[in-house]
């Protein structure tokens, strides 16, 4: 593979590299046909981001057709590459990427002003292919907007914030902070936005849907930069919540596991979860011995997520070998028992989902669960602030 | 005149006075080569040199000239003390160091000699603290015998262009690799002088061309590969920070030297310098 990015687009992958970072600790390269695809996956996989840069991004792009060559790397790595995006478009003219099959390694060359050659040489690792089974185009509600919208409905929300509802009427969207128990005593804050705002919005289906905050702005930071609109895909609470921004030589999709209602979360997070072993694309066998985590190719496929009722889990699915909880006390002795139990890929997977239902008391806190160790901050802060 | 309230004869027993408009000039001077907490003053009437080392394998020195300060009064040729250079730095910023345009804390440095303590009298808007650091046994400064004409690779940059390699550096990687090769090529066409981590991700190469208009001079002799420690090499970036020029040499013993002019608050030229030894040999790969 060797491509060549030049001017302002070098800025644009930096950017979606920095924004993938948001999701997930390794970067998924896979050179296709139809262009460059960089991936990343959460631990929990619960959240998974795709772009793809068409060959006409490039100013070069050479790939070798008959290898399907697929590799993934520490993402840190590759934002060292481009550490100083501020500066990125001033300072680089050109960025050479590389891959040297014989050494390993991925090499990216920056020409910057002045003369200097920053040369990056990165180890990667082999992998299969990682791609997350969605198909946007069948879901009830769609929305476009441009970033700055969303970007300043964000804003309200502090870091802090782990979690946003967003509802959805035939002329409103609601976004609000999600509180888990609404007695607690943190600040609540919803906007309201009305249709007009936005330059797509279509509403077949009344739902409510929580999510995390995290990787959207990470993909907000990515629009906003290039001032692509963004488009928001969703669906019933559970189904994954479709973010994505399009542009003739680009795409970028961001899949984000929502949480589900009360009266099925048990029922069904627990028992089918969204993530099946992809039944479509297997992983060749050798892949299966080179990793085993990856192995355990988890895509999200909402094309056959189960409705409601299907409360029997498929005996297919990793969480399938665990009983399904019967109350809230369960699940919570459950995941605390997981905590420093095995590390089965689906173990955080449910600890994002299941962490905020925890209340925020001492004992809890002390767990190096995000989610947790926030919603205790904000009860303090709140109390300091009062 | 800030500080001018100190009688006359108070100053007669100090053997060493100073007097600074802005103290800025010298703590800013004295934070690019903190990175250790002992620091030996050696003063001499051309002015005050205040040495840091650390393992004994870096030195670092800042230079500040006699005419930088408003009053320099020395009454012995040499005049050798040892503090603490953090306690020392908390002291004259003592006010919070404020960088706004206008404010700036009056500095009067006094010392009476040896087991006496470094008197600070320090006055912003009118508030006058005094600080008396206690003076330690000067321990000798090694001796890096690094000779201008032992120098087998020298050149000199715009600041600037090594600021954003210094500030983007692979921690991760143990030793930071200097190549100075006056044309051949090493790793590619034309390296010149290239910086090179290894860390766990893999290297990285910073190549400077030769012909950069960032590149002041170029004066190779050979090509050498120098390995330093990264460790010791990290401190420096504080005063490449504050300086304007770099000039980086190479002796035959694989030495290097990091000579950073400085400008200061009033445009005056002050100069810090690092040395540093090279680790073991590098084996020829590549």
Same mark, same amino acid.
């Given at each position: 593979m060797q491509c060549v990015v030049t001017g302002g687009n070098v800025k644009v992958l930096a950017k979606a590299i920095h924004s993938l970072s948001r999701i997930g600790d390794e970067l998924y390269v896979e050179p296709q046909g139809d262009g460059l695809a960089l991936r990343s996956v959460n631990s929990s996989r619960s959240a998974y981001a795709c772009f793809l840069f068409a060959p006409l991004f490039f100013s070069r792009y050479n790939i070798r057709k008959e290898v399907n060559f697929r590799c993934k790397m520490a993402i840190k790595s590759v934002q060292t590459v481009f550490r100083s995006v501020a500066t990125l478009e001033k300072t680089v003219e050109k960025c050479h990427i590389e891959l040297d099959e014989a050494?390993?390694?991925? @090499?990216?060359?920056?020409?910057?002003?002045?003369?200097?050659?920053?040369?990056?040489?990165?180890?990667?690792?082999?992998?299969?292919?990682?791609?997350?089974?969605?198909?946007?185009?069948?879901?009830?509600?769609?929305f476009r907007a441009h970033p700055r919208l969303l970007v300043d409905t964000v804003v309200h929300f502090p870091l802090s914030v782990e979690e946003v509802t967003v509802t959805v009427s035939d002329e409103r969207m609601w976004v609000r902070?999600?509180?888990?128990?609404?007695?607690?005593r943190a600040m609540l804050t919803e906007l309201c936005l009305a249709s007009d705002e936005f330059d797509h919005f279509a509403v077949k289906a009344h739902h409510s849907i929580t999510f995390c905050l995290k990787e959207l702005r990470g993909l907000l930071a990515f629009a906003e930069s290039t001032g692509l609109l963004l488009s928001m895909y969703l669906d019933e609470p559970g189904s994954p919540v479709v973010l994505s921004v399009t542009d003739s030589v680009l795409e970028g999709n961001f899949v984000l596991a929502t949480l589900s209602d009360d009266h099925n979360l048990y029922g069904r997070d627990l028992g089918s979860p969204l993530y099946q072993p992809d /039944?479509?694309?297997?992983?060749?066998?050798?892949?299966?011995?080179?990793?085993?985590?990856?192995?355990?190719?988890? /895509?999200?496929? @909402?094309?056959?997520?189960?409705?409601?009722?299907?409360?029997?889990?498929?005996?297919?699915?990793?969480a399938a070998a665990r009983e399904t909880p019967s109350?809230?006390?369960?699940?919570?002795?459950?995941?605390?028992?997981?905590?420093?139990?095995?590390?089965?890929?689906?173990?955080?997977?449910?600890?994002?989902?299941?962490?905020?239902?925890?209340?925020?008391?001492?004992?809890?806190?002390?767990?190096?669960?995000? @989610?947790?160790?926030?919603?205790?901050?904000?009860?303090?802060?709140? @109390?300091?602030?009062? | 005149m800030p500080l001018s309230t100190q009688s006359q004869g108070e100053d007669e027993q100090y053997i060493l006075v100073t007097s600074l408009d802005n103290a800025r000039n010298l703590s800013n001077l004295l934070k690019a080569i903190s990175f250790k907490d002992h620091a030996v003053f050696t003063t001499t009437p051309n002015g005050l040199k205040v040495t840091v080392e650390d393992c004994k394998c870096v030195q670092a020195n800042a230079f500040i000239q006699a005419d930088i300060f408003q009053e320099f009064t020395i009454k012995e040729d040499l005049i050798t003390f040892q503090v603490n250079l953090t306690v020392l730095l908390d002291c004259l910023n003592i006010f919070g160091g404020s960088t706004s345009a206008g404010i700036s804390t009056?500095?009067?440095?006094?010392? $009476?000699?040896?087991?006496?303590?470094?008197?600070?009298?320090?006055?912003?808007?009118?508030?006058?603290?005094?600080? $008396? #650091?206690?003076?330690?046994?000067?321990?000798?400064?090694?001796?890096?015998?690094?000779?201008?004409?032992?120098?087998?690779? $020298?050149? #000199?940059?715009?600041?600037?262009?090594? $600021?954003?390699?210094?500030?983007?550096?692979?921690?991760?990687?143990?030793?930071?690799? #200097?190549?100075?090769?006056?044309?051949?090529?090493? #790793?590619?066409?034309?390296?010149?002088?290239l910086l090179s981590t290894f860390g766990s991700s893999g290297s990285a190469h910073y190549d400077y061309s030769k012909d950069s208009d960032m590149m002041e001079l170029f004066r190779c002799k050979e090509t050498q590969t120098n390995r330093y420690k990264m460790s010791l090499l990290k401190p420096s970036t504080k005063a490449l920070t504050l300086s304007c020029k770099v000039s980086v040499r190479t002796d035959s013993r694989g030495f290097l030297s990091l000579q950073y002019l400085v400008r200061n608050d009033d445009g005056q030229i002050c100069f810090v310098e690092y040395f540093c030894c090279p680790d073991e040999e590098v084996e020829e790969d590549s």
């Amino acid at each position: 593979m060797q491509c060549v990015v030049t001017g302002g687009n070098v800025k644009v992958l930096a950017k979606a590299i920095h924004s993938l970072s948001r999701i997930g600790d390794e970067l998924y390269v896979e050179p296709q046909g139809d262009g460059l695809a960089l991936r990343s996956v959460n631990s929990s996989r619960s959240a998974y981001a795709c772009f793809l840069f068409a060959p006409l991004f490039f100013s070069r792009y050479n790939i070798r057709k008959e290898v399907n060559f697929r590799c993934k790397m520490a993402i840190k790595s590759v934002q060292t590459v481009f550490r100083s995006v501020a500066t990125l478009e001033k300072t680089v003219e050109k960025c050479h990427i590389e891959l040297d099959e014989a050494k390993d390694r991925l @090499t990216f060359t920056l020409h910057c002003k002045h003369g200097l050659l920053k040369t990056h040489n990165l180890s990667y690792q082999d992998s299969e292919s990682l791609q997350a089974v969605f198909d946007k185009d069948s879901y009830a509600n769609v929305f476009r907007a441009h970033p700055r919208l969303l970007v300043d409905t964000v804003v309200h929300f502090p870091l802090s914030v782990e979690e946003v509802t967003v509802t959805v009427s035939d002329e409103r969207m609601w976004v609000r902070n999600h509180v888990e128990d609404e007695r607690s005593r943190a600040m609540l804050t919803e906007l309201c936005l009305a249709s007009d705002e936005f330059d797509h919005f279509a509403v077949k289906a009344h739902h409510s849907i929580t999510f995390c905050l995290k990787e959207l702005r990470g993909l907000l930071a990515f629009a906003e930069s290039t001032g692509l609109l963004l488009s928001m895909y969703l669906d019933e609470p559970g189904s994954p919540v479709v973010l994505s921004v399009t542009d003739s030589v680009l795409e970028g999709n961001f899949v984000l596991a929502t949480l589900s209602d009360d009266h099925n979360l048990y029922g069904r997070d627990l028992g089918s979860p969204l993530y099946q072993p992809d /039944a479509e694309q297997p992983p060749p066998p050798d892949d299966f011995m080179n990793d085993d985590i990856d192995s355990y190719l988890i /895509a999200m496929d @909402t094309s056959v997520a189960p409705g409601p009722s299907a409360a029997n889990p498929p005996t297919t699915s990793l969480a399938a070998a665990r009983e399904t909880p019967s109350d809230r006390h369960r699940i919570r002795r459950h995941s605390e028992e997981e905590e420093d139990g095995d590390r089965l890929p689906n173990k955080k997977f449910r600890s994002i989902f299941f962490g905020s239902v925890l209340p925020p008391s001492p004992q809890t806190s002390m767990q190096p669960v995000p @989610t947790q160790e926030v919603l205790a901050s904000n009860s303090e802060d709140e @109390t300091e602030a009062d | 005149m800030p500080l001018s309230t100190q009688s006359q004869g108070e100053d007669e027993q100090y053997i060493l006075v100073t007097s600074l408009d802005n103290a800025r000039n010298l703590s800013n001077l004295l934070k690019a080569i903190s990175f250790k907490d002992h620091a030996v003053f050696t003063t001499t009437p051309n002015g005050l040199k205040v040495t840091v080392e650390d393992c004994k394998c870096v030195q670092a020195n800042a230079f500040i000239q006699a005419d930088i300060f408003q009053e320099f009064t020395i009454k012995e040729d040499l005049i050798t003390f040892q503090v603490n250079l953090t306690v020392l730095l908390d002291c004259l910023n003592i006010f919070g160091g404020s960088t706004s345009a206008g404010i700036s804390t009056a500095l009067r440095m006094c010392y $009476k000699g040896y087991g006496y303590p470094l008197t600070l009298f320090l006055e912003e808007g009118g508030v006058v603290t005094v600080c $008396k #650091i206690n003076t330690e046994e000067p321990e000798e400064p090694i001796d890096f015998d690094f000779c201008s004409s032992n120098v087998t690779n $020298k050149v #000199i940059l715009q600041s600037e262009s090594l $600021k954003e390699a210094f500030s983007e550096l692979d921690l991760t990687s143990e030793m930071l690799q #200097i190549t100075m090769s006056p044309s051949q090529p090493f #790793i590619y066409h034309r390296c010149l002088f290239l910086l090179s981590t290894f860390g766990s991700s893999g290297s990285a190469h910073y190549d400077y061309s030769k012909d950069s208009d960032m590149m002041e001079l170029f004066r190779c002799k050979e090509t050498q590969t120098n390995r330093y420690k990264m460790s010791l090499l990290k401190p420096s970036t504080k005063a490449l920070t504050l300086s304007c020029k770099v000039s980086v040499r190479t002796d035959s013993r694989g030495f290097l030297s990091l000579q950073y002019l400085v400008r200061n608050d009033d445009g005056q030229i002050c100069f810090v310098e690092y040395f540093c030894c090279p680790d073991e040999e590098v084996e020829e790969d590549s």
